[in-house]
């Protein structure tokens, strides 16, 4: 194992080696290249604010999007249930003849006569 760990540590040595030095190749291209526009000062920049490291996942958004929308989905639930175990102690408490419940109507305004 590691031998296997020296090895790829070799590896990503050689290639983080080379990719630095292609980027100062590509400075020094760029660097040389005539004014036309100045189009190559804004490439310049550009390449000069590249940052190593992984990229950003485009479905950032999406995933978010699916958590807050789980989250939610679970709070429902949660006020579901309360509300379904508020019913049915109620239904047993009076039996089923009980007057009906809602959110704004709540059990202790209704009248039970027996």
């Known amino acids: 194992m590691c031998e ?7 590896l990503y040595q050689m290639f983080n080696k080379y990719k630095e030095l292609r980027k100062i190749e590509m400075l020094q291209i760029l660097k040389r290249v005539r ?3 100045c189009g190559h000062q804004k ?12 990229p950003k996942s485009k479905n950032q ?7 807050i929308a789980c989250f ?13 175990a508020r019913r049915y102690n109620h239904v047993r408490a ?14 202790t305004d209704c009248d039970v006569f027996y």
């Open 4 to 10: 296997v760990q020296e090895l790829a540590d070799g």
């Open 35 to 37: 004014c036309c526009d």
């Open 43 to 54: 490439r310049l920049r550009k390449v000069q604010k590249i940052e190593s490291g992984c």
């Open 61 to 67: 958004g999406r995933i978010s999007f699916l958590l």
């Open 72 to 84: 939610g989905l679970l709070i429902l639930i949660s006020i579901y249930m309360i509300y379904v």
């Open 94 to 107: 009076y039996g089923s003849n009980a007057c009906g419940s809602t959110f704004f109507y709540t059990y």
